[in-house]
Antibody
Framework: QLQLQESGPGLVKPSETLSLTCTVSGGSISFSSYYWGWIRQPPGKGLEWIGNIYFSGSSYYNPSLKSRVTISVDTSMNQFSLRLSSVTAADTAVYYC???????????????WGQGSLVTVSS | EIVMTQSPATLSVSPGERATLSCRASQSINSNLAWYQQKPGQAPRLVIYGASTRATGIPARFSGSGSGTEFTLTISSLQSEDFAVYYCQQYNIWPLTFGGGIKVEIK
């Protein structure tokens, strides 16, 4: 059974960089039928897509965050990571890592999610 | 960016009744739409993809329909475990976008 697990600091100071890692177990991150991505959810609010990455390293980002976001993949560790720079209180959220299916060479639904990691931005 | 609009924001339904949730895209997304269910304190769960295909393990009382810009998720007979927030998401083009969610609550 595939599992995704987020890890990283739960508290980040304003203006600093948020860093999270997602460890994938029970399956290879290098399988060609999936994108890997990050989604966040501020407390009491809806879901916001942050970005996706393919095992080859090609990536897509939300334009509203693009100048501050980097998603990278480490196939040797079966992990992918999120870095969000210059954070403010507005970046306080539960951050989910997730697996996006690819069907018939096109993107499809998100079939696996991590449990989520609450990151609070505060001094 | 494609804007996804869900309505109503809250749907009050009695157990055993039918629930109809709507999702509208600001431009055509063909059938590239997914629905997710989220319960408090949990990660979302994929319910429907391709606008109408049930995900693995999803009961037959869940059905999805629509294409282009108008989509519907129907729960034919609400069970206690179905009360949750439901989000639609388009994956037709980048950036991927979610609707604001519909809370299905007990009437």
């Amino acid at each position: 059974q595939l599992q995704l697990q987020e890890s990283g600091p739960g508290l980040v100071k304003p203006s600093e960089t948020l860093s999270l890692t997602c460890t994938v177990s029970g399956g290879s991150i290098s399988f060609s039928s999936y994108y890997w991505g990050w989604i966040r959810q501020p407390p009491g609010k809806g879901l916001e897509w942050i970005g996706n990455i393919y095992f080859s390293g090609s990536s897509y980002y939300n334009p509203s965050l693009k100048s501050r976001v980097t998603i990278s993949v480490d196939t040797s560790m079966n992990q992918f990571s999120l870095r969000l720079s210059s954070v403010t209180a507005a970046d306080t959220a539960v951050y989910y890592c997730a697996r996006h299916q690819i069907r018939d060479l096109s993107l499809s639904g998100i079939d696996y999610w991590g449990q989520g990691s609450l990151v609070t931005v505060s001094s | 960016e494609i804007v996804m609009t869900q309505s109503p924001a809250t749907l009050s339904v009695s157990p055993g009744e039918r629930a109809t949730l709507s999702c509208r895209a600001s431009q055509s997304i063909n059938s590239n739409l997914a629905w997710y269910q989220q319960k408090p304190g949990q990660a979302p769960r994929l319910v429907i993809y391709g606008a109408s295909t049930r995900a693995t393990g999803i009961p037959a009382r869940f059905s999805g329909s629509g294409s282009g810009t108008e989509f519907t998720l129907t729960i034919s007979s609400l069970q206690s475990e179905d009360f949750a927030v439901y989000y639609c998401q388009q994956y037709n083009i980048w950036p991927l976008t979610f609707g604001g969610g519909i809370k299905v609550e007990i009437k």
